[in-house]
């Protein structure tokens, strides 16, 4: 019934080149259950309060339904029999967040109790934003806080286990993939509370003008209805945030409105940084309060939803006509460190320069079917897209390479018509060569054509196995040409786009269905289009004379700004800016700025923003095959120096001392009934809810390549180069001296 | 005089060159009988076997029992048959995730209760590759009826970075094979993964974690 994080072990794993990688995962198997959960934040929630509500109340049929919808869970792999007759609980879910301007901080607080009257040990997986860096953790047992420690994963989980084994209570928070979560608790009393919080620092980074910031509830995606209601005010508005600010923030369990079982609510109070346009959610009602032009705060309408599916917020800031930066600032042991949101003006008067189009496309074996049709219709709609002064050319590969032109040609009727039978007739047969065919589109090293913008658009599945030469490959020839990579077919090997797109200073698109080729195209045309900041470079200005500052900027290639797309990233300097300048090439012009330094705004945390993407940088280093322990020791390094969880580091909490009375804490200072009347009403209670589990799966298999193939064709190169050898010696013996 | 040296060298080094390629013709016509017949073997096990396995599943399904061991020496035998309607592959699915089984057929995996295929890309699962999304699959014990399932995902992803979740309900179906298809180096890192939820009584939330 329910399922424990495991790992297929490799049992085979003959093609593995690196044996051992899913030792991490293997560990728990059993798995008792029975829980409950409260997911709350803010302040101090009081729990108890809700605890009482939510084993006082016989559970309605409805309540069984919404718990069904929830992919938040928790399960209990207790070591008795008697755990398997509990079952998990869902009470509440409360989430607050403070956005300022393109920074944001959650607070979340996850609330257990333990219905099973024995002790049990639980574990729990839950979502959080991609880019989240969790950098607190503080838990509570009943009446008692423990603060979490940041520690080297296999540290953590060491000093968890001790802790497990010597029956302390304990809890164990590890990064199981960069949005993935899970959190591990030990011996918790029977009738126990336990409060987990957790703070973390995410981006809001805006995309064609507006901002959004998605709270992840559920870790599959759902569906989202078309746009919900945005009500014009908070009814009870005060009172909310008045609970929030007042640690007071107790959840009315027994308002009417709030779905029994497990209401969440979400609170977000905006400080936009200019002024706001709208306010809107697709997933939920909402209710916003706005204070001024650039600040707000949002509640959802009904306050509690079922935790069914992702919160998301977006919002627009009225558009300005020169670049709006937005700059953030932190001093943390001597660094400074710099964050920067600079939004392009909207659509540029000055007209883009005439366009030097190449598009390979890959027409191997892998192609064929599905991805093929995708790349015949996106092609189509991206040749119906040219425009007279622009220059193209069509290259496709597969085993060979096989260019239309020889080289690009003006656009006219005579060649957009060739082309479009070029396109009409392609068949995918074949290896997958991809060097030759970026390297014929590609400029070659150092070449600069200020006159056309040169633009590679690369329409393939990624069917490739040597990426790291191929990013190498590109990032050596890219030139100031800029490469453009779409994904076909059911399974495109998106992690190879997007890095070959970055190595290239383009973006990443995906097409997943051939009806929506035209679409995509459309938009990345627009794109094309509208470059407007290229060769983007960022320079620190500091007051002190003596020598430069050692600045360190990630994304390590800053891409280009086009209209829509703001330019993002995080600078560590080693003295106080007094500005940032930056310079690049605006449609076709120098172009320089600086933002002032001092202008920037104070935001806690940014240094913990700034190591999140140096560990993400040092991650690919490692995908693109830098030596793995170097990578391993720099990121541990890192990681525990800002104090955040990651990859290599978890945070673990233990008590002290082992608790004098472990069990019958049910009710504690409510004082009304027996322990023995709690843990009968509990039972009740819990028995007619429905089990959220929530399982991950960690699979690191054998190889599945018998290989028979490259044998057989070594055998028959090996066979004819011995008949031409036998021939050539037979011919000698039949020749005389 | 030079003449006749240069006779003379040129029968010697004749001699001493054709006995040089006579070597070189006989190593490699032994590689291409190692390797070609071990290339022959292989393709001949994974389209063989299923034959002797096909009619251990049939012996067994009239027997009501487990099925046995397909040939008297073999120490894995057929669990499971999966089948995919829309493409009209049939694979019986082998106990034992070793690479003896492997070379048999594909081969199951279930800690816990998800299920996990593994079969050779370039053998019994080179028809993954014209698998699509919302495909059905079928899949039957011995003495079971068939469980539909549907593909919900399908994902291109480095060997350490597949890890599914799920929020409850009936266990999914993952099929996982090499990539790049056509590659010639067996031993690449990436793997294709299918993933397939039951089609009745699935979880409400099934997915490859990103």
Known sequence: ?737 | MTRGRSCFSGRRNGGRSRGFLLLCSALALSLTVWLGGGAVLQVGKAWLAPVLIKRAWASAVDAGGPAPPPWPWADTRPVLRLSVPRLHVERYVLDGANGRALAFGPVLSNPGGVHVVYGHRDTHFAFLESIRLDDRLLVQTVNGPPVSYRVREIAVRDEDDIAIVSNGGEAPLVLVTCYPFHALDPTGRLRYVLLAAREHGGPAGVALAR
């Not at chain 1, 969440?264 to 001024?292: C, M, N, Q, Y």
């Not at chain 1, 290229?534 to 003596?546: E, I, K, N, P, Q």
């Not at chain 1, 690919?620 to 955040?644: N, T």
Request: hydrophobic content about 45%; glycine content about 8%; aromatic content about 6%.
């Open chain 1, 1 to 737: 019934m329910s399922i424990a994080i495991f790992s297929i072990s490799g049992a085979i794993r003959r093609c593995m080149a690196r044996p051992g990688n899913g030792a991490a995962w293997q560990q728990h198997t059993p798995i008792g259950l029975a829980l409950c959960g409260i997911l709350s934040v803010v302040g101090l929630f009081d729990v108890d309060a809700a605890l009482a509500q939510g084993r006082g109340q016989d559970r309605s049929p409805g309540d069984m339904e919404l718990q069904e919808e929830t992919g938040f869970g928790l399960m209990l792999m207790d070591q008795s029999e008697a755990a398997q007759a509990w079952q998990a609980r869902l009470l509440a879910s409360y989430a607050a967040v403070e956005v300022s301007g393109a920074v944001a901080r959650a607070r979340i607080r996850q609330v257990f109790v333990n219905e099973a009257p024995a002790e049990v040990d639980a574990r729990y997986l839950f979502p959080l934003p991609d880019d989240a860096a969790v950098d607190k953790l503080n838990i509570r047992f009943g009446d008692r806080w423990i603060e979490g420690l940041l520690k080297e994963k296999a540290e953590a989980r060491q000093t968890f286990e001790r802790a497990r084994a010597a029956g302390k209570r304990a809890g164990l928070v590890e990064s199981l993939r960069p949005n993935i979560f899970s959190t591990d608790l030990a011996n918790i009393a029977g009738g126990e509370l336990v409060s987990v919080d957790l703070e973390y620092q995410m981006t809001v980074k805006p995309k064609d003008g507006v901002f959004e910031l998605r709270l992840p509830q559920v870790i599959t995606p759902r569906f989202m209805p078309q746009q919900h209601m945005v009500s014009a005010d908070i009814k009870d508005w005060d009172t909310l945030m008045a609970e929030l600010a007042d640690n007071g923030a107790v959840l009315e369990t027994n308002n009417p409105n709030a779905p029994h079982g497990f209401p969440a609510a979400f609170v977000v109070r905006l400080k936009a940084g200019g002024d706001i346009a709208t306010i809107e959610s697709p997933s939920h009602d909402l209710t916003v309060r706005r204070h001024d032009e650039d600040a707000a705060d949002i509640a959802l309408r009904d306050r509690y939803v079922p935790a069914d599916k992702d919160f998301v917020l977006r919002w627009r800031l009225r558009e300005t006509a020169e670049p709006a930066a937005m700059l953030f600032h932190e001093e943390k042991s001597g660094e400074h460190y710099y964050m920067a949101v600079l939004a392009p003006p909207k659509a540029a008067t000055t007209k883009a320069p005439a366009r030097d189009v190449r598009f390979i496309v890959d027409t191997s074996g892998s192609m064929h079917g599905a991805a093929l049709d995708q790349a015949k219709a996106a092609l189509a709609s991206a040749l119906d897209g040219l425009r007279l002064e622009d220059r193209f050319e069509i290259i496709q590969f597969n085993s060979d390479m096989h260019s239309l032109f020889g080289e690009a040609v003006p656009v006219s009727d005579n060649t957009l018509r060739l082309a479009r039978g070029y396109v009409a007739n392609l068949v995918s047969d074949g290896g997958t060569n991809m060097a030759l065919a970026l390297r014929a589109a590609l400029p070659g090293p150092g070449v600069h054509d200020s006159e056309t913008l040169r633009q590679v658009v690369f329409l393939t599945d990624g069917a490739v196995s040597n990426e790291t030469a191929l990013f190498g490959m590109t990032a050596a020839n890219i030139g100031d040409a800029r490469l453009f990579t779409i994904g076909l077919g059911p399974a495109p090997n998106s992690w190879f786009m997007r890095k070959a797109a970055e190595a290239g200073r383009g973006v990443f698109l995906n097409i997943d269905r051939v009806e929506e080729a035209g679409e995509k195209i459309d938009a990345l045309y627009r794109k094309l289009q509208s470059v407007q900041l290229t060769d983007l470079d960022v320079g620190v200005r500091t007051a002190s004379l003596s020598g430069g500052p050692k600045a360190e900027i990630y994304p390590r290639n800053l891409p280009d700004l086009y209209a829509g797309e703001p330019l993002y990233f995080v600078l560590r300097s080693d003295v106080e800016a007094q500005e940032l300048t930056l310079g690049g090439m605006l449609n076709g012009q120098a172009w320089t700025t600086s933002i002032d330094a001092d202008g920037a705004r104070e935001a806690p945390g940014l240094a913990r923003l700034w190591a999140r993407e140096k560990l993400e940088d040092l991650d690919d280093l490692r995908r693109m095959g830098a030596d793995a322990d170097r990578i391993r020791a720099q990121s541990i390094e890192i990681a525990l120096a800002h104090g955040i969880a990651g990859r290599y580091t978890s945070f673990v909490a233990v008590e002290k001392e082992v608790p004098r009375e472990p069990a019958e804490r049910i009710g504690d200072g409510q004082g009304n009934g027996t322990g023995a009347d709690k843990k009968e009403q509990l039972r009740k209670a819990s028995a007619k809810s429905a089990l959220q589990t929530l399982a991950s799966v960690q699979l690191s298999g054998p190889a599945t390549a018998a290989g028979w193939l490259r044998d057989l064709l070594v055998a028959i190169a090996a066979g004819l180069a011995g008949a031409f050898c036998l021939w050539a010696a037979l011919r000698r013996q039949g020749t005389p001296a």
